[in-house]
Nanobody, 124 residues
Framework: QVQLVESGGGLVQAGGSLRLSCVAS????????VAWFRQAPGKEREFVAAIRWGDGSSFYADAVQGRFTISRDNAKNIVYLQMNSLKPEDTAVYYC?????????????????WGQGTQVTVSS
């Protein structure tokens, strides 16, 4: 079992930056693949970025490639999502999700642990 708590959301102007944090408690965090998803009002939850357990490799949705960076600090049980050059279309609730001893994917079904979400609002 692992519990996830996101933080770092807020209101920012277009072109600005935010860094989200996902703090985990419970099992050894280094064995979890972790992903960020987001959900805008009236839309389905969509994949943003993921980082694998083990080699720590990462991949991104096309919409955020080159602007967002996911990273992890296993010693502190934290995964970060650095978001730069934010756009109004990035506005959503951002969720952290984890999967124990599984490869990271872009689908929500892979992840069985979820945080409560943090709101990101980008004004134009």
């Amino acid at each position: 079992q692992v519990q996830l708590v996101e933080s770092g959301g807020g209101l920012v102007q277009a072109g600005g930056s935010l860094r989200l944090s996902c703090v985990a408690s419970g099992r050894t965090f280094s064995y979890y693949s972790v992903a960020w998803f987001r959900q805008a009002p009236g839309k389905e939850r969509e994949f943003v970025a993921a980082i694998r357990w083990g080699d720590g490799s990462s991949f991104y949705a096309d919409a955020v490639q080159g602007r967002f960076t996911i990273s992890r600090d296993n010693a502190k049980n934290i995964v970060y999502l650095q978001m730069n050059s934010l756009k109004p279309e990035d506005t959503a609730v951002y969720y952290c999700a984890a999967a124990y001893f599984r490869d990271a994917t872009m689908t929500t079904e892979t992840y069985n642990y979820w945080g409560q979400g943090t709101q990101v609002t980008v004004s134009s």
